[in-house]
């Protein structure tokens, strides 16, 4: 087979936000551990394994397809790397070729919203459900002003950006689903490792709520100790609105309070383009159950559950106030309203879509 040998790489690059020169080590963990999952994930479907409930993979499955990442390039933030076992089988890197074909693949079909080519190449609901789950994580944390890039080799890239979460998302639940999962946000109390189950306290009532945990994440809620994080599920709520029990985890992450960086925003007939830069820190309401920012200049006021619908909020809103303020008459606003549109066009500048 022509170039087989680089059928079994792997190319991921990471364009920081701005054009900057610097990656946190945390977001390189993070990114390595995942594009590891992903290999292993499609190595259970070459092997021909399910997935259950919680995920167990054997050590002769592990040993088998070991993601090996050269030293990054000088000047670039661009690491390559391929899938190899530790063996001796003469059929392993034939296997390792097919996993790391599949995940390209997968992930193609992915970013171009092809749910045929999704549900061929991955026809386990369970085993697809872990997959779509594990690269939404791959991805840029949204408003993060970060994309990456991902390649089978020296191939043409794949970019992840930061709104494939929230596609990645719409597909993993129907909209009914969607409306009856809430996110939670507690400080981790206690974690039991032999029953995977941990127990948060939710602050409002001081309320200790307990969930169960699959073991992959037990190195996120290791660095978390005592520390606030966002548990997503199907939640039962008191006579007073208040979360009483967590049915049904869905997602287990860590609270980003990271900031939020803004670059160009699409609108259904326009965009947006910042002139600046413009980076905003996230805060947490009092009774720590949302995240919410606000920018005076702009009359900016959103808050919500989560990172992503956060950053999702504050671009639907910047459009919004764009439409209200920015593209009004000037006698038909008041002299506040008129500061906003001054500030408004000062920051961005509008464009229309083809």
């Known amino acids: 087979m022509p170039n087989a040998p680089d059928l079994d790489q792997i ?3 990471v364009h920081p936000a701005g054009g900057g020169s610097e990656v946190p080590v945390s977001l390189l963990l993070q990114i390595f551990s995942k594009l590891q999952e992903l290999v292993h994930l499609f190595a259970l479907q070459e092997e021909g394994r399910t997935v259950r409930q ?4 054997s050590e002769e499955l592990k040993r088998k397809y070991v993601l090996h990442m050269r030293p990054p390039e000088t000047g670039c933030f661009a690491v390559t790397g391929r899938v ?21 693949q997968f992930s193609r079909a992915v970013v171009s919203g092809d749910e ?8 386990d609901g369970r085993l697809r459900h872990r997959v779509l789950s594990c690269l939404s994580t791959l991805s840029p944390p949204p408003g993060s002003g970060y994309r990456y890039e991902m390649a ?11 709104t494939l979460p929230a596609r990645i998302e719409a597909w993993l639940t129907t909209p009914e689903e969607r409306a009856e999962v809430r996110t939670v946000t507690g400080r981790l109390e206690a974690i039991s490792f032999g029953e995977h189950k941990l127990t948060i306290i939710y602050q409002p009532k001081f309320r200790p709520l307990e969930c169960f945990y699959d073991e992959d994440i037990e190195l996120m809620l290791l660095e978390n100790r005592r520390d606030l994080i966002q548990v997503t599920g199907r939640v039962l709520m008191d006579d007073e609105g208040h979360p009483k029990r967590i049915d049904e985890v869905e997602q287990i992450r860590d609270l980003d309070l990271s900031p939020f960086v ?3 925003i699409e609108g259904r007939d326009f965009r947006l383009r910042p002139i600046g830069a413009f980076s905003f820190l ?23 559950a989560t990172r992503a619908e956060l950053f999702a909020e504050l671009k639907e809103q910047i459009l919004m106030l764009w439409q209200e303020y920015a593209r009004e008459q000037d ?12 500030q408004l066009l000062a920051d961005w500048e509008g464009v229309a879509n083809a």
């Open 262 to 264: 803004l670059g160009e």
């Open 54 to 57: 919680r995920l167990r993979l």
């Open 11 to 13: 190319t991921f690059k």
């Open 331 to 342: 006698d038909a606003l008041s002299e506040p309203a008129k500061q906003v549109k001054r």
């Open 152 to 162: 089978p080799g020296a191939e043409p890239a794949l970019s992840l950006d930061e």
């Open 84 to 104: 190899a076992g530790r063996g001796t089988d003469l059929l392993e890197p034939e296997q390792a070729r097919r996993v790391v074909g599949q995940m390209h």
């Open 116 to 123: 045929d080519r999704i549900r061929q190449l991955v026809p």
């Open 282 to 304: 996230p805060a947490l309401t009092d009774d720590e159950q949302f995240l919410c920012l606000e920018y005076t200049p702009w009359s900016l006021d959103v808050f919500a």
